[in-house]
């Protein structure tokens, strides 16, 4: 049996691994598949947890050998999705999800058209720059990037096929698994 991938994107600041940290404690048969970017490594991050931390020179190599199933520049910082990450697991039958941004989440539609594509959405756009600040991760001039970039980004909820509205952490998590799980046991009782 084939797995589904489950693409969720939303603007930075807004949640999205909060969501997708509490769906997967709540769907066990979700697997997350890690991402790779050339941005910094935070403290409290790992490397092959969070994301795979590549250098600029490293990241380029795999590009041109179509390690990539996407990948996008942003804020600065390349991000991409391992091929190898997600069509191993697919393979196995496991469901599988991404956590990338909006372009990316196009480019895998593109090549993937039978992904569900999920957006996580604030209640407002005031609260993600709260989120944005509250973190205190980013410089001021990081911040204005990542709300201009996710001005645009909310223009493209119309292009997802389910959008969640992350007003808490739980009630969008629930959303989500709920997502993954009814589908699972339709397929079980095939």
């Known amino acids: 049996m084939k797995g589904r991938l489950v693409v969720v994107s939303g603007p930075s600041g807004v949640g999205k691994g909060t969501v997708i940290a509490e769906a997967l404690r709540r769907a066990p048969d979700?697997?997350?598949a890690t991402s790779a970017t050339t941005r910094?490594?935070?403290?409290?991050?790992?490397?092959?947890?969070e994301y795979h931390f590549l250098s600029g020179p490293e990241f380029e190599r795999r590009v041109e050998e179509g390690a990539f199933l996407e990948h996008v520049s942003y804020a600065g910082n390349r991000y991409g999705t391992l091929r190898s990450e997600v069509e191993r697991r697919l393979r196995a039958g496991r469901?599988?999800?991404?956590?990338?941004?909006?372009?990316g989440a196009r480019a895998i539609k593109r090549q993937m058209p039978e992904a569900v594509l999920v957006f996580?959405?604030?209640?407002?756009?005031?609260?993600?720059?709260?989120?944005?600040?509250?973190?205190?991760?980013d410089t001021e001039k990081e911040i204005e990037s990542r709300l201009e970039i996710a001005r645009r980004e909310m223009e493209a909820q119309a292009e997802f096929d389910h959008v969640i509205v992350n007003d808490t952490a739980?009630?969008?998590?629930?959303?989500?698994?709920?997502l993954v799980g009814p589908a699972n046991e339709d397929e079980e009782h095939r």
């Open 30 to 32: 979700l697997e997350l």
């Open 95 to 103: 469901d599988v999800v991404l956590e990338i941004e909006v372009v």
């Open 40 to 49: 910094p490594r935070r403290q409290e991050e790992v490397d092959g947890r």
């Open 120 to 137: 996580i959405a604030p209640p407002e756009v005031a609260d993600l720059e709260a989120r944005l600040r509250g973190r205190g991760t």
């Open 170 to 178: 739980e009630r969008a998590a629930a959303e989500l698994a709920a």
